[in-house]
Nanobody
Framework: QVQLVESGGRLAHPGGSLSLSCTASGFTYTDYSMAWFRQAPGKDREFVAAISSSSRMTYFEDSVKGRFTISRDNAKKMVYLQMNSLKPEDTAVYYC??????????????????WGEGTLVTVSS
């Protein structure tokens, strides 16, 4: 049974920090690149960040570069998203996803094989 379970979403203030976690099970985790997507109310799901299977490569959407970092722990089968300098426009449901592909600077939701159900991040004063 394949599972991706996100955690850590909560209310945060602008300028604050928040860390999200995703725990994987049911597939060969080390064969997969991992990614974070997000979906704000009334908007399409969009790419946030990705990390390759060995952590050798990472890629970030322009609006989060310099603010967010992605990391993974293959022994724990977990991937993390550290979010700093949060902005109200970061408010969204955040999803982790898995793919056997490395898409460089081109990331789309249809390339993902497995998805979590999301965790809500609200950035508001």
């Amino acid at each position: 049974q394949v599972q991706l379970v996100e955690s850590g979403g909560r209310l945060a203030h602008p300028g604050g920090s928040l860390s999200l976690s995703c725990t994987a099970s049911g597939f060969t985790y080390t064969d997969y690149s991992m990614a974070w997507f997000r979906q704000a109310p009334g908007k399409d799901r969009e790419f946030v960040a990705a990390i390759s299977s060995s952590s050798r490569m990472t890629y970030f959407e322009d609006s989060v570069k310099g603010r967010f970092t992605i990391s993974r722990d293959n022994a724990k089968k977990m991937v993390y998203l550290q979010m700093n300098s949060l902005k109200p426009e970061d408010t969204a449901v955040y999803y982790c996803a898995a793919t056997t592909l490395w898409r460089g600077h081109r990331w789309h939701d249809y390339d993902m094989r497995y998805w979590g159900e999301g965790t809500l991040v609200t950035v508001s004063s």
